[in-house]
């Protein structure tokens, strides 16, 4: 992919920079080289089979049946209790282990409607009806496969080192994380109140523009919130030819997407980071008519839950403003709609994450944490399991996805990381294995809290 996304690798040339320092300070071996070699064994053994199946039949939000009867399968194939349909496609396993904390460990399930053009051996060329019932392509374009192979890798080597922590292990397969529905249906499902509320939450991510093996971690916050909203806007039709006898309600959208980034420019502190983008602009049916209505769809995303709550609330009033302004009646004003699709911000507890530093320091031989700044907004639904009443402290991470060989040429300036959620996307499965390493080591360290 000769440059073609130059621009988004370069911003992420820093962590690029920090994955090739990480490789060449790393020790060649951890701390306890046994767990490199049991996950390595798996990982040959199984893993790397597994992987591959859940990358060619992804599924997409809420329609993960498939994958979610893999999923269980493989959980009970180690000896685990598995309850499914929680929150729909959802799942849960719970390893008991006398006692101690209660320890949440998630993995996401879903694909995304994309038709893969990664130019991989085992592409999916996977077709799906959607919720609405048209038939889309679909890809694990978002590393979501990887994830599901982590957790069940991990899931392994807890049942195999019982005798190395006590407590309980709540294993997550979460539906629906690219709509950023699924978390908050596993929980409106009931998931605290049927398997109890955990001590700890621990989930990861694997990152394109990161060396493949290497893991990295945030205190604070990690990913941004997000917010999908829908503005319709009204007009009155007619002729185009006679457009004083209308309200062209394309002339009052277009009025309206200029003035939403003027909430971000002039409304929002600047040192508060804040976006809107206006994804889809929908309206009219031919040359000569001006239409009777327009659809916008945004998506909003920011660092605080005080910036998120000014911005959702400045979209509204300037949607009915700039209907006003254009001598819209009160009953034509336009309709805007929000909290369907939405997600926190993803906070991670720096009290659970310095807890973990050390047991990832000896085990890895590095120390994960990074301190340069994120390089965009993206988000997560994993934020539910820890903003809730109970403020559950959250461990999220991430870990490179990207080839040895293709890291050499970013850092090079002459190839660029694929993005997610592109057709190009792509990521190493061996990645896998530092997945399980990391996660593992984790969870350990958080089962054996004497403080839980």
């Known amino acids: 992919m000769p440059l073609k996304f130059l621009q988004y690798s370069r911003s992420l040339l820093t ?16 701390a306890d080289d046994s767990i490199k070699r049991a996950i390595s064994d798996h990982y040959d053994s199984h893993l790397s089979e597994l992987f591959l199946w859940f990358h060619q039949n992804p599924e997409l939000g809420f329609l993960e049946q498939k994958t979610a009867e893999r999923l269980a399968q493989e959980l009970r194939d180690l000896g685990i209790d598995v309850t499914e349909g929680v929150g729909r496609t959802g799942l849960v ?19 995304l409607p994309i038709l893969e053009n990664s130019g991989l051996t085992y592409s999916s060329r996977s077709r799906q009806l959607n919720l609405d019932g048209e038939e889309v392509p679909v890809m694990h374009a978002c590393g979501h496969d990887m994830h599901m192979t982590t957790l069940v890798g991990t899931a392994k080597m807890l049942m195999d080192n019982r ?30 109140e049927r398997f109890g509320v955990p001590d700890y939450a621990i989930g990861l991510h694997v990152s394109s523009g990161m060396l493949s093996g290497m893991v990295g971690v945030r205190e604070g916050i990690v990913q941004s919130s997000a917010d999908s909203v829908d503005i319709k806007v009204r007009g009155i ?43 889809s602009f929908q309206g009219g049916s031919k040359h000569n008519i001006i239409s009777n209505e327009v659809n916008l769809q945004l998506t909003v995303r920011t660092d605080s839950e005080e910036t998120r709550a000014l911005v959702l609330g400045s979209i509204r009033e300037t949607a009915a403003n700039i209907g006003r302004l254009n001598g819209l009646p009160d009953d034509l004003l336009p309709i805007v709609a929000m909290g369907f699709e939405s997600t926190p911000t993803n906070v991670n507890n720096s009290e659970a994450v310095r807890r973990v530093l050390p047991a990832w320091t000896e085990q890895l031989g590095y120390n994960p944490l990074i301190t340069t700044p994120r390089a965009g907004m993206g988000a997560e639904d994993f934020a539910y399991y820890t903003q809730t009443e109970h403020n559950v402290p959250g461990v999220f991470f991430s870990v490179g996805g990207t080839p040895a060989d293709l890291m050499r040429e970013i850092i090079a300036g002459n190839e660029s990381a694929p993005p997610h959620h592109s057709e190009f996307f792509l990521i190493d499965p061996s990645s896998v294995k530092a997945g399980v390493e990391a996660m593992y080591t984790a969870a350990i360290e958080l089962l054996n809290n004497p403080e839980s």
Request: aromatic content about 4%; hydrophobic content about 45%; glycine content about 12%.
């Open 163 to 192: 005798d190395k922590w006590s407590g309980t292990v709540m294993l997550v397969g979460q539906p629906a994380e690219e709509i950023i529905n699924g978390a908050k249906a596993m929980l409106e499902d009931g998931l605290y």
């Open 237 to 279: 039709g007619g002729h185009g030819a006679y457009p004083h006898q209308t309200i062209d309600p394309i002339y009052v959208a277009s009025q309206l997407v200029i003035s939403l980034q003027g909430i971000i420019s002039r409304q929002i502190n600047p040192l508060s980071p804040a976006v809107i983008t206006v994804g």
């Open 15 to 30: 962590i690029a920079l920090i994955s090739s320092s990480m490789l060449l300070s790393q020790s060649a071996v951890g």
């Open 93 to 111: 396993g719970m390893i008991e282990n006398g006692p101690g904390p209660l320890v949440l460990v998630r993995a996401d399930m879903d694909g």
